[in-house]
């Protein structure tokens, strides 16, 4: 079983800047293609970006394409969300979790991933 913590969420004006991190243990993390979702309030969690193993073919929702970057550092077993010109619209939990090996890459919908971490929280003032 892998175990994700999440940190680096925060309070930030529109057009700031964020840097996620995504610490995993247990399992070889290497192993994994990795996501990272976020859910607002009274909406439903909502896939933000995914990345593969070896750190390629990263992909993103409509909404942060252009705005986001996801990569990652198997060397130190974490995933980090690169977030810049913010928007209040980006206020949501971040969530890190980890793509179930039996589903395809690009298969985004939160049940395509297993263990999850415990959110970080990101506020965008206007």
């Known amino acids: 079983q892998v175990q994700l913590v999440e940190s680096g969420g925060g309070l930030v004006q529109a057009g700031d800047y964020l840097r996620l991190s995504c610490a995993a243990s247990?399992?070889?993390?290497?192993?994994?293609?990795m996501g990272w979702f976020r859910q607002a309030p009274g909406k439903e969690r909502e896939f933000v970006a995914a990345i593969d193993r070896s750190g390629d073919n990263p992909y993103y929702a409509d909404s942060v394409k252009g705005r986001f970057t996801i990569s990652r550092d198997n060397a130190k077993n974490t995933v980090y969300l690169q977030m810049k010109s913010l928007e209040p619209d980006d206020t949501a939990v971040y969530y890190c979790a980890v793509k179930s090996a039996w589903s395809t890459y690009y298969n985004t919908a939160p049940s395509a991933f297993g263990s999850w971490g415990q959110g970080t929280q990101v506020t965008v003032s206007s």
């Open positions: 247990g399992r070889t993390f290497s192993s994994y293609a």
